[in-house]
Structure formats: C-alpha cells, structure tokens
C-alpha cells in the first residue's frame, strides 16, 4: 500500500515538473523582449540572438534590432551590433544612439561615441546622468578630455539632479535627506509636474499614503498613459491594502507592453491577496518561464500551491528553489514548512535541521523542527529543540516544554 502510495506521488511529481515549466506559447512581441533581457542579463547571447531572430522574421522593430545589438555587443561583434542600432534609427529615430555611443566607447573612439550621446541627450530617448555614469560601456573613455568636456555642459535642469538625489535617498531609506531636498526645492518649483512627482513617492516613504494618491492621481489626469506614474500608483494601491486596485493598475502597465517582467510577478502577489489563485498562478508561471531560477517567483508560486492544498506542486517548487538556491536557509524552511503541513514529519525534521545548519539563530525553525519530532515520536530531540527556541525568545514554546519535557 505505502510502496502504491510512493509511486502514485512520484508520477505526479513527474508530471508536475514537465508541465510547470512552461513556454509561453503564442508570445508577443513584448513575451520575447522579456525573454531576450533575460538571457541577455545571464550573459546568454546566443540564445537572446535566437528568439530576437525568430521575432524579427515575424516584424521589422527597433526595439529587437537593439536589444540584437545588446547580445552582439556582448558576444565582442561591434560590426553586428553597429549595423543594427543603425537599423533602429531607421525605424525609429534616435532609438539607436545610446547604444551606439556605447559602441564606439567600447571600442575606445570617445569622439564618435560623444557625437552619438549627444544626439541622444537631445532626443526623446535621453538618459539619466545616474545610467550614464554606471554603465561599464564607458569606461573605456570616461578619463578622457572629451569625455569631461562634454559634462561641463548643462545636459540637466536642477530639479532632474533634485528628483534623482530624492528617488536616491528614498532607495537607501533616508526619508529625512529626501524630505529635505523637497523642501529646498519646493519655492522654486511649485508648480512642476516632477515636483509633483517627488512629493508623491515622498508622501509615500512616509506612510502618508491618502497625500501620495492624490498626488500621483493629478499627474495621471494629464498624462494617463506615463509608466513612472502608474508605477507608483501601483505602489500607493498596495500599501493601502488596495490590492484590486493596484492588480488593475498593473494590467494597465502589461496592456502598455511596459518591458518589465517584474510586473507580472507584482500583480501575481495582488492577486493572491485577493484569493485569485489560479490568476496568480498563471502570472507566476509566465515569470517563471522568463526566469526560471528566481527565489521569489519559485516561492510565491509554492505557498500559493500549499495554501490551496495543493502540497505536491508545492513542493515541486520549493525544490526547485533549492535546487538553485541551495545555501538559503529560507528556501529549506518553505520546503520543511510543506512536509510539516502533509506530515512528513522526517522530511519536515530534515529541512528543517539543513535550515538551521545555515542559521541557528531562527526561533520558529527550532520550534517547528521540535513538533516535527514530537509527531515523529522523538520526545527528548524534540525537547532539546523548543528549549533552543525558548533561548532565542520564542515564548511560544514554554507550552511545548511544560507538557512534553517538564517530568
């Protein structure tokens, strides 16, 4: 019976693992850009070449024949890659520059790769002193005195320098420095659309989150359709709880071929706050077909599955989670979690143990390692755990102690 009982889930745990991991069939132009920028940032040209490749075949646009020019620059084919951004700027102006001013300073012709940032700097595609300044393409010139001549210019008005010193401090958690700089800029500024802007994501930041939707719903009465502003209007909806809000919010986005992957994975979240687990789910699975390895996506993913009962596909992916993140404490702790849940109390005592090798310091990994061993009728290793777990301030497990190990 148990060996009918073995086999029976393995064959479920065999199929779950061929038809989790699935490619998106019928994928858009923005699927396999999403694609592509994720091989691309693993290195993998080739096979960001390949589904570019194949997306070309289906339509002439400028976005492929630069992100083409991306893997072609990375694969050392500046020729390639030139050709392409060419391409670019043929079907859509200035869509091509940044990355040929990349190019040529790669190559080490600072002339000609300023020539490029310059019309860049002049043209709807313009680049934040910030993604300048960090991109290792440019290093190349970067002490050169063409490429100081060229930041004596004034290529940015001082409430761009002030929006990116606040959106800075915001990043580190310095709310003050941010208010600070909002505060000396506001006199000057009343009236700008990015002084609004910065208040909002201000407001934001200090939990004032009735200012921040008022804000940002002012900015996108004028202009409904700018990504930055529905990005933060997603982010006010969350943190208010308004979960279906922020989910439609971030359809909105999608439906806008935003080129960010991460959207999915944000409105998978809303969705299992509302209980739509199978909406969940479905945005899950597409990121995890663009990132397979991603702990957050292979986490979320399993605690949906155990949420709902569904223990097997739960634990399909927790394991795979360790089987690409096999040094995260966090990762054995979902996966001892889920056999706890279907008591598989050895299993449970295992991850959870292999968790606690990692980090000795979790109270509730100690604890639940404990009742793990108590259901698997180890008494005093089970008490040895809750009095660990009571010594790191889990009070939760006097109770265990005075009922099982106290005699």
Same mark, same amino acid.
């Given at each position: 019976? +148990?060996?009918?009982?073995?086999?029976?889930?393995?064959?479920?745990?065999?199929?779950?693992?061929?038809?989790?991991?699935?490619?998106?069939?019928?994928?858009?132009?923005?699927?396999?850009?999403?694609?592509?920028?994720?091989?691309?940032?693993?290195?993998?040209?080739?096979?960001?070449?390949?589904?570019?490749?194949?997306?070309?075949?289906?339509?002439?646009?400028?976005?492929?024949?630069?992100?083409?020019?991306?893997?072609?620059?990375?694969?050392?084919?500046?020729?390639?890659?030139?050709?392409?951004?060419?391409?670019?700027?043929?079907?859509?102006?200035?869509?091509?520059?940044?990355?040929?001013?990349?190019?040529?300073?790669?190559?080490?012709?600072?002339?000609?790769?300023?020539?490029?940032?310059? +019309?860049?700097?002049?043209?709807?595609?313009?680049?934040?002193?910030?993604?300048?300044?960090?991109?290792?393409?440019?290093?190349?010139?970067?002490?050169?005195?063409?490429?100081?001549?060229?930041?004596?210019?004034?290529?940015?008005?001082?409430?761009?320098?002030?929006?990116?010193?606040?959106?800075?401090?915001?990043?580190?958690?310095?709310?003050?420095?941010?208010?600070?700089?909002?505060?000396?800029?506001? &006199?000057?500024?009343?009236?700008?659309?990015?002084?609004?802007?910065?208040?909002?994501?201000?407001?934001?930041?200090?939990?004032?989150?009735?200012?921040?939707?008022?804000?940002?719903?002012?900015?996108?009465?004028?202009?409904?359709?700018?990504?930055?502003?529905?990005?933060?209007?997603?982010?006010?909806?969350?943190?208010?709880? &308004?979960?279906?809000?922020?989910?439609?919010?971030?359809?909105?986005?999608?439906?806008?071929?935003?080129?960010?992957?991460?959207?999915?994975?944000?409105?998978?979240?809303?969705?299992?706050?509302?209980?739509?687990?199978?909406?969940?789910?479905?945005?899950?699975?597409?990121?995890?077909?663009?990132?397979?390895?991603?702990?957050?996506?292979?986490?979320?993913?399993?605690?949906?599955?155990?949420?709902?009962?569904?223990?097997?596909?739960?634990?399909?992916?927790?394991?795979?989670?360790?089987?690409?993140?096999?040094?995260?404490?966090?990762?054995?702790?979902?996966?001892?979690?889920?056999?706890?849940?279907?008591?598989?109390?050895?299993?449970?005592?295992?991850?959870?143990?292999?968790?606690?090798?990692?980090?000795?310091?979790?109270?509730?990994?100690?604890?639940?390692?404990?009742?793990?061993?108590?259901?698997?009728?180890?008494?005093?290793?089970?008490?040895?755990?809750?009095?660990?777990?009571?010594?790191?301030? &889990?009070?939760?497990?006097?109770?265990?102690?005075?009922?099982?190990?106290?005699?």
């Amino acid at each position: 019976m +148990i060996h009918k009982e073995c086999e029976m889930k393995r064959t479920v745990i065999i199929l779950v693992s061929f038809l989790l991991p699935v490619m998106i069939s019928g994928q858009t132009l923005t699927d396999k850009l999403l694609k592509a920028d994720a091989f691309l940032k693993n290195g993998k040209a080739d096979q960001a070449v390949e589904i570019l490749n194949e997306a070309l075949n289906e339509k002439s646009d400028s976005r492929l024949y630069s992100r083409r020019a991306e893997a072609e620059i990375i694969k050392g084919d500046f020729s390639a890659a030139i050709a392409d951004l060419n391409r670019a700027n043929e079907l859509d102006k200035y869509s091509g520059e940044f990355g040929l001013a990349k190019v040529y300073a790669l190559i080490g012709d600072a002339t000609t790769s300023l020539y490029h940032l310059e +019309i860049c700097m002049n043209s709807p595609y313009k680049k934040s002193e910030k993604e300048i300044m960090l991109n290792p393409a440019f290093s190349k010139i970067e002490n050169t005195p063409q490429w100081r001549s060229f930041w004596q210019k004034g290529w940015y008005p001082e409430i761009d320098t002030k929006l990116s010193e606040i959106e800075y401090y915001l990043g580190l958690g310095k709310i003050e420095e941010a208010v600070s700089i909002l505060s000396d800029i506001s &006199n000057r500024y009343s009236e700008s659309e990015k002084l609004i802007y910065a208040s909002a994501m201000v407001s934001l930041a200090q939990g004032n989150n009735s200012e921040a939707l008022r804000s940002v719903t002012s900015l996108l009465s004028q202009k409904p359709e700018n990504v930055n502003y529905l990005q933060l209007l997603a982010d006010i909806q969350f943190a208010s709880s &308004n979960y279906a809000g922020a989910s439609e919010t971030y359809s909105r986005l999608i439906n806008l071929e935003t080129p960010d992957a991460g959207l999915y994975l944000k409105r998978a979240e809303c969705f299992r706050k509302t209980g739509e687990t199978d909406k969940a789910l479905s945005d899950i699975s597409k990121y995890i077909a663009i990132y397979p390895s991603d702990k957050n996506a292979l986490s979320l993913a399993g605690r949906i599955e155990a949420a709902t009962g569904n223990n097997l596909k739960a634990l399909w992916y927790f394991s795979e989670n360790l089987k690409y993140h096999p040094n995260d404490p966090d990762c054995y702790i979902e996966r001892a979690n889920s056999y706890m849940s279907s008591k598989s109390w050895e299993w449970a005592v295992n991850d959870y143990s292999m968790s606690l090798d990692l980090d000795p310091s979790n109270s509730e990994a100690w604890l639940n390692k404990g009742v793990s061993q108590l259901n698997a009728g180890k008494t005093e290793n089970a008490c040895h755990d809750f009095r660990q777990a009571y010594r790191l301030g &889990n009070k939760k497990a006097i109770e265990y102690i005075s009922k099982y190990c106290i005699k």
